[in-house]
């Protein structure tokens, strides 16, 4: 007798008999649904594991972007109804202001220069409007302390619990700003001394050529050589000779006016805008002035320096109506007063 049979036998012996079908189906469904639930199970262990792994970058992907804000070299700031709802530590150090004392002021205007207050607010009001405003522009923002300072500022709109706001990062640019000043002063200025350069004297005699011909106003221009620099340098050496420059022009910039140009133009090589002169004898009086300004010696390292101009003046619009004229006339008389030097000190002078 095979199990099946004794398995019905015995249900019959105890009163109830079941088919061998039902009975094998029964075993059946039961493994199908132990093998569903089985499967149901590893599913949902690798669905929580899945989870739990998203969650975990989610958590560490949060965790870095919060790094990156906080540590960020920019300033970051949400404003939302004109005032700062959320903002970082670099913001706090642009602006001298602890977070606290940020997210209380009424609104975001006392961070503003009172010069682009009106710009900024526009750009913020056309910004949450959904209008069209500058993606990224510079501005003028205001220290704790009152101080200003240049920041370039770029912003979008975005949405921050459910209200308009905007996300704006902040790069204080002063030391960008400090350079490009740097390298524009010394486009027009002498490094060594601070007086303008060639460009800008011949700018400056332009434009006074043009206000003379209106007027009819004469005016002149002066150049000024130092005799025997060279040997101050072969003697003494450059540097001595760079500080005897620059003490020079201090000196003869002392006796001008302050409508009057002075220039480097070259080594030992000056030239003196003398605009609204009063002709010719005004000229003579600056002239004497700046070399009386030259008979007491130099201090320079220790070295008692004595140092003698040569100088020679051109007048419009007798001498030329042009900056070139002018300045080769003065530049003629200025070697013709060298030679003169020279020739009384029984040497010759430097070709």
């Not at 649904?33 to 929580?48: D, E, I, K, T, V």
């Not at 030391?175 to 060639?198: F, W």
């Amino acid at each position: 007798m095979d199990v099946s049979t004794e398995a019905q036998t015995g249900f019959i012996e105890s009163g109830y008999w079941v088919s061998g079908y039902l009975f094998w189906g029964v075993i059946l469904i039961l493994l199908a649904l132990l093998l569903a639930g089985a499967w149901y199970l590893l599913r949902y262990r690798r669905a929580m594991n899945a989870q739990n792994l998203l969650v975990q970058e989610l958590r560490e992907g949060a965790d870095s972007f919060r790094y990156l804000v906080e540590t960020a070299h920019e300033g970051i700031a949400v404003v939302q109804n004109t005032r700062l709802v959320y903002l970082n530590p670099r913001m706090c150090e642009m602006s001298g202001y602890d977070e606290a004392e940020l997210k209380a002021l009424p609104s975001f205007m006392p961070l503003i220069h009172p010069s682009a207050r009106d710009e900024m607010m526009a750009n913020y009001q056309r910004r949450v409007a959904g209008e069209e405003a500058p993606k990224r522009y510079e501005s003028l923002f205001l220290r704790k302390d009152g101080s200003s300072y240049p920041i370039e500022i770029s912003g979008v709109a975005i949405v921050w619990g459910g209200q308009p706001a905007t996300l704006n990062m902040l790069t204080d640019i002063s030391d960008r700003k400090a350079a490009e000043e740097r390298i524009l002063y010394l486009a027009h200025h002498d490094s060594l001394t601070g007086l303008v350069n060639r460009s800008v004297l011949n700018e400056r005699i332009r434009q006074t050529i043009g206000l003379a011909q209106r007027s009819k106003d004469p005016f002149a221009v002066l150049f000024i050589d130092l005799n025997a620099f060279k040997q101050v340098n072969d003697t003494y050496g450059h540097e001595v000779g760079d500080v005897l420059l620059q003490q020079v022009s201090q000196r003869i910039k002392l006796q001008l006016r302050g409508t009057d140009t002075l220039a480097r133009i070259g080594g030992d090589e000056f030239v003196v805008l003398l605009a609204q002169t009063k002709g010719s004898q005004g000229v003579k009086q600056t002239m004497a002035r700046i070399e009386a300004a030259m008979a007491e010696p130099f201090q320079i390292q220790h070295h008692n320096l004595h140092c003698h101009v040569s100088q020679g003046a051109a007048l419009y619009p007798e001498d030329g109506a042009s900056v070139q004229a002018l300045l080769s006339k003065a530049d003629e008389n200025m070697y013709a007063d060298k030679c003169s030097y020279y020739e009384s000190n029984n040497s010759n002078p430097p070709t």
